[in-house]
Nanobody
Framework: QVQLVESGGGLVQAGGSLRLSCSAS????????MGWFRQAPGKEREFVAA????????YYGDSVKGRLTISRDNVKNTVYLQMNSLKPEDTAVYYC??????????????????WGQGTQVIVSS
């Protein structure tokens, strides 16, 4: 198991930027893909982005392509989500997740075995 702690959420105006961080401990961070999901009030949890073990491959949900960027630093055991051009519809709790296996670039909730507690992002119009 890996322990994940998100930070960096907050209140921002539409068009602004935030950078979320997710610090990992307890397992070899560099061996596993990582992902970000989000859940808005009254909605199901939604896939946002994923990155493979070495950062060479990334994948994004359609609603965030071109605005959000996932990256990782395997020395710092941290994955990031840079969020630009934020919209009110980006308001949600954002969760960091670690994949169950070492291979591939997962994008479904069932593929991730460890989750952080979430960090709130509110985008005002």
């Amino acid at each position: 198991q890996v322990q994940l702690v998100e930070s960096g959420g907050g209140l921002v105006q539409a068009g602004g930027s935030l950078r979320l961080s997710c610090s990992a401990s307890g397992r070899t961070f560099s061996s596993y893909a990582m992902g970000w999901f989000r859940q808005a009030p009254g909605k199901e949890r939604e896939f946002v982005a994923a990155i493979n073990w070495n950062g060479a491959r990334t994948y994004y949900g359609d609603s965030v392509k071109g605005r959000l960027t996932i990256s990782r630093d395997n020395v710092k055991n941290t994955v990031y989500l840079q969020m630009n051009s934020l919209k009110p519809e980006d308001t949600a709790v954002y969760y960091c997740a670690a994949s169950r296996t070492q291979l591939g670039l997962p994008r479904f909730e069932a593929d991730f075995g460890s989750w952080g507690q979430g960090t709130q992002v509110i985008v005002s119009s």
